[in-house]
């Protein structure tokens, strides 16, 4: 962290723009800002395959995005791209290279960030690739957090005849590859900032989705996040629990609010960010209203939220709490802004994760609104126009009125249908009216109705809403495949699994359960289609279709709906039957649910097939059924050009870029798309192949080539391939044979193929080199990657295995290869010799990660400590760039009883945690700290005693903070031990209790007994509480056998388990040691219990 004081200076605007403020008007301009910046390291250049990471409560692979796993620790000044908007009440600063986001949200009224402002960039380990910054407003989709959450996006301003401002930003996803744009709007006379999001599905299959803007707020004592009155219940992440709100009315997050309420009489709130003391979440369950928002009681301001609430039911506050683990992540993100809450804000979802679906070529469109609020206080209803607060203080009744827009109006308090009082009045934004009436004794403010209007127009009105009866329901783990014996209930289970991405639990066993009990079930066969087309496996996913066709079409040979002629459209496309392809894509095109999708397929196979004219017909009737389909639109341009009619062509292109001038291929049909993104380049080289441009293609393909490594990967080497695939499939052999030889040597760091496109081009690639005799060892190697990346792991290890034993000494080949064999099971000193093999090839010093990747595969190999640290110390790597090879360095050397190596290395480096994988190097602290003490403890008691203390808040470096649920029993104990043998009784006893409670009402949620509970039970017996030692015992021997009895699995609700291993092995050595270790605990336990038994008679 940084010492100096960071401020973000805002430009003034430049004279034209000023005009435009002075005139009442919307200021739009682009200017750089300088911001003291904490860069990311580059990315990792092996591709990381994490088939285990839970990632916000779904699947956290990552693959093909390069992989940032370490951010600088000083800054630099550094200028960003920034684009400002004003009007006369509000200024907003978006940052398109840091996914779009807004960064400032200021009012201008009262000098207030009602969007939390971080003067620095300031990434940590949070993203789904890597960095992640925290302030202004994140805009995350198709999952959170946005994959692209830290990658540029392209740009366009709008100007809009209303005076408006709209600030667009596009982009692909860099995983899915659907394409998502959000305008950010201002107009002159409104307070209002829009944001204008339109979610385009522009691949071949359905795609799952979530969209939440994260809004941030700066947060203190007197900070109050409020949400519709009616809001009785709140859930947490896939609802796996539920609380009462605002009131938690039972443990949430393993802190017993209710016990703490019984102390301070408002401990139990979850609005007020100070109550919550570790990291939580919660997501409201129901509510009639469609706004929310948060109040700054010490500034008297705040903002609003507000939503069409039959599209965006999702509002949510996320907090990393308000005790240590939150302090230490302000700590990550900020220099000095302090600590924020997310306000976030879903549409079509509710929870996290929760996921809808995006048909192909299917857009959603919607718009979310955001305005600050002054001197009113929680705001109790809220519209676009106006939000309202109504306060009954004894007698009084106080009304807020903060209008987004300038308004005369009327405001009408009624109460049992009699007005109390009426008022007409002049408001704008940052000067909101108060209206105060008497009311009787004991009136509440349900029993009020308060109307403004305006004119004819109702603004806002407050009136109680009817109680929503009944607790909401939480969710439940589904049964095991093999215990469920309905159909209907396999085939939900499974689709459940796909559209929430669950991260530990596959949908094949239950559609194959499903196949068990009828082998001719068309729904499940067409479920395994389209996941064995996802994956490439075209054979498989044809067999699916024709196994499902035999049942759908033995007594009607028009099903009622389209997606088995889609699909086997689909896979007959990539198996080269083009004629088969078009009369499926024909067939599914009577489905209306399909029609436009299905022409879309049609018109795209008939423009490789040369018919030119049905082409166009085609394309034209999918345009007609969509218009805002801008890949129907460019087949249309296409076919259009093709018969010459390069008018109509013209036309058509040109209206669809003036109302969508972002779409990367319409704009490379214009000649007007920049390289920002290669792979987006690469992307529309495959589009017009799969148009049968091959011109076209070949220009993009060899504009992507060209372009090397980037933030978003390099798709140098595929592009080549492409561009040789392209050339086959036109004759021109002799000049295919040139593009191959180019993409084997183009440059392959960070070159993570992905997608059924390249899959085509890699492929073709290693059958041309089998008919030469010679194979394509780099081929071979980018498909190795791709299999790996889709989970096909076993066909992954052969052609991994192939590209070595064809003699390739690519690095990153060799490693993969190690990673498949020990993935699929098989010799894991084979795999060894891959790494050992890499380490060779990548220099005279290996990557640090390879050198952490091949200790993790000594560990598994039951290599010992000693030998393991010799390994890595011989490697000549600088160990401390790295974390997780740093706190491996720090096991093992407590291993060997190196301590002050270890305390040294704990002392002095500053580490940088994943979320969701705190407490690794707290838990090397603690143990070098034990291990100091325990030699401390017979020589000098009372320097045992306060290093133990100082041991207890961790120190800043470590990047973490200490959990509640994890009480450091072994610490307090020993500290204990070390007051009593001091003489000091009573501090003694008082960490002996400390460590008896375990955290306390903060960490009461239930969990299986661990090792070191052992200490508990040690804290029970040396305060005299025998009984309570013994169910320590009885709990870890049951720990113990349970172990033993069943297969580990990983928690099915779990939000985040950053794995960022790459070794699968079923280590059941290590679940052995685990359970033998529980029973040691439990031994040692009654061991002592008997000790002290003797003392005692």
């Known amino acids: 962290m940084s010492d100096r004081t960071s401020h973000i200076r805002l430009p003034a605007p430049p004279p034209a723009e000023q005009a435009l403020l002075d005139d009442g008007g919307v200021a739009c301009w682009e200017e750089d800002v300088e911001i003291d910046t904490y860069e990311p390291g580059a990315p990792d250049r092996f591709p990381m395959f994490f088939d285990h990471r839970v990632y916000q409560g779904s699947d956290g692979r990552v693959y093909p995005l390069p992989f940032v796993d370490r951010i600088e620790t000083e800054p630099v000044r550094r200028t960003w791209k920034a684009i400002h908007l004003e009007n006369r009440w509000v200024r907003l600063m978006l940052l398109p290279e840091i996914g779009g986001r807004i960064h400032i949200g200021y009012d201008k ?21 890597g960095p992640w910054i925290s302030g202004g407003v994140e805009f995350n989709w198709p999952q959170h957090h946005r994959p692209g959450t830290y990658l540029p996006v392209d740009v366009h301003v709008e100007r809009g005849d209303d005076g408006s401002a709209t600030v667009w930003h596009s982009d692909l996803d860099p995983l899915q590859r659907m394409r998502g744009t959000h305008g950010v709007r201002l107009r002159p006379d409104s307070s209002t900032i829009e944001v204008e999001a339109k979610l385009f599905n522009r691949t071949d299959e359905p795609q799952t989705f979530l969209w939440w803007a994260n809004v941030a707020a700066a947060v203190h004592e007197e900070y109050q996040s409020f949400f519709p009155t009616d809001v009785r219940y709140v859930a947490d992440h896939a609802r796996r629990a539920i609380t009462a709100f605002p009131r938690a009315d039972r443990p949430y997050y393993g802190v017993d609010y209710p016990e703490l309420a019984a102390h301070d009489a408002d401990a139990d709130r979850l609005d007020v960010y100070s109550h919550i003391p570790v990291p939580t979440s919660y997501m409201v369950t129901e509510t009639a209203d469609e706004f929310f928002g948060g109040y700054d009681h010490r500034a008297g301001a705040g903002f609003v939220h507000w939503a069409d609430r039959d599209i965006a039911p999702g509002k949510k506050q996320w907090t990393w709490g308000n005790g240590p683990i939150g302090h230490a992540w302000d700590r990550q993100l900020t220099d000095g802004d302090g600590p924020y809450v997310e306000l976030m804000a879903g549409v079509f979802t509710d929870n996290q994760p929760d996921f809808s679906y995006l048909l192909p070529g299917e857009t959603r469109s919607f718009s979310q609104f955001w305005y600050p609020i002054q001197d009113v206080g929680v705001i109790h209803q809220a519209s676009r126009d106006a939000a309202l607060s109504v306060r009954v203080d004894g007698t009084d009744v106080v009304v807020g009125i903060a209008p987004s827009r300038p308004v005369d109006a009327e405001a009408v308090v009624e109460l049992e249908g009699r007005i109390v009082a009426r008022a007409q009045f002049r408001a704008e934004p940052g000067s909101p009216y108060s209206l105060s009436a008497a009311v009787p004794p004991g ?9 403004v209007h305006e004119g004819g127009r109702e603004l806002v009105t407050w009136r109680r809403h009817a109680p929503i009866d009944g607790e909401p329901w939480a969710a439940t783990e589904p049964p095991a495949a093999a215990s469920l014996d309905s159909i209907d209930e396999l085939l939900l289970t ?7 991405r669950h991260p530990t639990r596959a949908a094949e066993p239950y559609l194959r359960r499903a196949l068990e009990l009828d082998p001719d079930d068309s729904r499940a066969h067409l479920a395994l289609a389209e996941l064995a087309l996802v994956r490439g496996s075209y054979d498989d996913a044809l067999g699916h279709v024709e196994d499902a066709a035999r049942r759908l079409t033995r007594r009607n040979l028009n099903p009622r709906t389209g997606e088995l002629h889609y699909r086997r459209g689909l896979v007959l496309e990539r198996l080269g039957d083009l004629e088969e392809a078009a009369r499926s894509f024909a067939k599914a095109g009577w489905d209306g649910a399909f029609a436009v999708a299905a022409r879309l397929g049609l018109a795209r196979v008939l423009l490789r097939l040369g018919r030119n004219e049905q082409a166009e017909a085609a394309a034209a009737r999918a345009v007609e059924l969509d218009a805002a389909n801008t890949t129907a639109i460019a087949a249309l341009v296409l076919a259009r050009r093709r018969l010459g009619a390069a008018e109509a062509a013209a036309s058509v292109l040109d209206a669809a870029r003036a109302a969508d001038p972002l779409d990367p291929f319409l704009a490379a049909l214009a000649g007007d798309l920049g390289l920002r993104d290669p792979r987006t380049a690469l992307t529309i080289a495959q589009d017009f192949a799969r148009h049968g441009e091959v011109e076209s293609s070949l220009e993009w393909a060899a504009r992507s080539e060209l372009a090397g490594p980037t933030v978003f990967g390099n798709t140098g080497p595929v592009a080549g391939y492409t561009r040789a695939l392209v050339l086959d499939r036109a004759g021109r052999a002799a000049e295919a044979v040139e593009a191959r030889e180019a993409a084997r040597r183009a440059n392959r760091d960070l070159a993570f193929p992905a997608g059924l496109d390249d899959l085509d081009a890699l492929t073709a690639a290693i059958a041309a080199g089998e008919t030469a005799g010679e194979p394509d060892t780099v081929a071979l190697g980018l498909l190795g990657s791709l299999l790996l990346g889709v989970r096909r792991h076993e066909e992954a290890r052969d052609v991994l295995v192939a590209a070595v034993l064809g003699g390739s000494d690519d690095p990153v080949v060799l490693r993969n290869a190690a990673v498949a064999v020990a993935n699929t099971g098989g010799d894991l000193d084979l795999a060894d010799g891959f790494l050992a093999q890499a380490f060779r090839a990548d220099g005279p010093v290996p990557s640090a990660r390879l050198v952490y990747e091949r200790d993790q595969l000594a560990r598994l190999r039951g290599i010992d400590g000693a030998a393991r640290l010799a390994a890595i110390e011989s490697s000549g790597v600088d160990v401390f760039r790295r974390d997780d090879l740093t706190i491996a360095v720090l096991g093992l050397l407590l291993d060997v009883d190196r301590v002050e190596e270890a305390r040294a290395i704990l002392a002095s480096r500053r580490f940088q945690p994943f979320e969701g994988g705190e407490g690794l190097v ?3 602290f603690d143990r070098a700290t034990l291990v100091t003490a325990r030699r401390l403890l017979d020589v000098d008691p009372a320097a045992a005693a306060a290093l133990l203390e100082a041991a207890v808040d961790v120190p800043e470096n470590l990047g973490e903070g200490r959990h509640p649920a994890d009480p450091a029993a072994e610490l307090l104990v ?7 043998a001091t003489g000091a009784v009573e501090s003694a006893e008082a960490r002996w209790r400390a460590a008896r409670d375990a955290g306390g009402p903060l960490a009461v949620a239930p969990r299986p007994a661990r090792p070191d509970d052992f200490w508990i039970g040690a804290a029970h017996l040396r305060l005299g509480e025998y009984p309570e030692a013994d169910a320590v015992w009885a709990a870890l021997d049951a720990s113990a056998l349970a172990l ?8 099915y609700f779990a939000t985040s388990l950053p794995e960022t291993l790459l070794f699968a092995v079923d280590d059941a050595r290590g679940r052995t040691a685990a359970a033998a270790e529980l029973r040691e605990a439990a031994s040692r ?8 038994a003797e003392v005692r008679a």
């Open 922 to 924: 707290i838990a090397a």
């Open 1085 to 1092: 336990g009654r061991a002592l219990s008997a000790e002290r």
């Open 1044 to 1051: 033993e009895d069943a297969y580990p699995t990983p928690d």
């Open 974 to 980: 020993l500290a204990g031990d070390a007051h009593l």
């Open 494 to 500: 499974a689709q459940h699994l796909v559209q929430y």
């Open 443 to 451: 009136t509440t403010r349900d029993d009020l109705v308060v109307t």
């Open 109 to 129: 009224t009262r000098d207030y960030d009602f969007f939390y402002r971080n003067n620095v960039i300031k990434p940590a380990l949070v993203g789904l690739g």
